[in-house]
């Protein structure tokens, strides 16, 4: 487990939103590695966070960078079970997570924030699925 750090973008809960926000990413060569999209804002995971951030402001975006935490697991099955009831059995609280991987992947990732960062990362830090 290690801290990232995530872009988070305010969005216009309109069709097209998205779309002008990913092509103005696209411009500036930035890649998106995973996104969480709600009614008027994403969090993004991507190749160049301050980047990222710059470009959105430029495009009249409001954006900030945050912190959060990724995990890189492996795909099968109980692997979310071990990452959630990890955390929960040392008391710690997961605000948000999003990831994913395609059937066929060995792995993959999820971003997340929980309440006590400090405290998960330690917790992962020699663990072994």
Do not use: C, W
């Not at 971003?111 to 960062?117: F, G, K, N, T």
């Amino acid at each position: 487990m290690e801290k990232i750090a995530e872009v988070y973008v305010v969005l216009e809960n309109r069709a097209g939103a998205a779309g002008e926000m990913a092509r103005a990413l696209k411009k500036k060569n930035i890649a998106v590695f995973a996104i969480a999209m709600f009614i008027d804002f994403a969090r993004m995971y991507v190749s160049d966070p301050e980047g990222a951030v710059k470009t959105l402001h430029d495009n009249g975006y409001q954006a900030e960078l945050r912190e959060a935490l990724r995990e890189t697991m492996p795909n099968r099955r109980g692997a979310l079970m071990e990452l959630t009831q990890k955390l929960g059995n040392a008391g710690i609280n997961i605000e948000y997570m999003y990831g994913s991987m395609l059937e066929t992947q060995k792995q993959g990732i999820v971003i997340l924030e929980v309440d006590q960062p400090d405290l998960a990362m330690q917790i992962f830090r020699n663990h072994q699925y």
